[in-house]
């Protein structure tokens, strides 16, 4: 939202039947980018483009109810409720909090070690949604850890080094 403050917040609202999320899904749809998913295929690309129209023209996006089947090429069988919210400073304080929530609500998977292997595996943790927490004493392996959207955790218990989060 900092580096594209002119967004749409897309969540679900309803999820009757087979959809491919619940609604516990939401997405950001600015100009042009996209953070989050609102379940992928074509129910996703409506939803930017009902966004996006509403953001070229200045107006707020009504709501959308989308039958998932074949008059839509999408064969789930179920019904999607769709809100769309203009960001604001409210709706990124909303944003944060949840974010927040869902990451303290992960499982936690620790890492000892942030040498090459440790690095890996923590690479590939990365992809999947636990927060994955890289733990080393050594600080220079730390800080060279090339898993993006690490962050230092206090570690008390290992001395002077420390311990470095990601979450996904």
């Known amino acids: 939202m900092r580096r594209e403050p002119d967004c749409v917040l897309v969540e679900v609202t309803g999820a ?7 609604t516990d899904a939401w997405m950001l749809v600015a100009e042009d980018g996209l953070f989050g998913t609102v379940g992928g295929g074509q129910l996703e690309y409506m939803a930017i483009d009902h966004a996006r129209r509403a953001l070229r023209q200045g107006v707020p996006a009504e709501a959308m109810n989308v039958p998932l089947g074949p008059e839509i090429g999408q064969c789930c069988g179920g019904r999607v409720g769709l809100s769309f ?5 409210d709706v990124a304080a909303f944003l944060i909090a949840r974010s927040d929530r869902e990451m303290a609500e992960r499982p936690h998977v620790y890492v000892f070690g942030a040498g090459h292997v440790g690095d890996a595996l923590a690479m590939a943790l990365s992809l999947v949604p636990v927060r994955t927490v890289l733990v080393d004493t050594r600080e220079e392996e730390l800080s060279t850890s090339g898993v993006q959207g690490i962050g230092n955790l206090p570690d008390g218990d290992a001395g002077s080094g420390g311990a470095r989060c990601t979450s996904r």
């Open 16 to 22: 009757a039947g087979s959809t491919p999320r619940d």
């Open 85 to 89: 919210t203009a960001a604001s400073p």
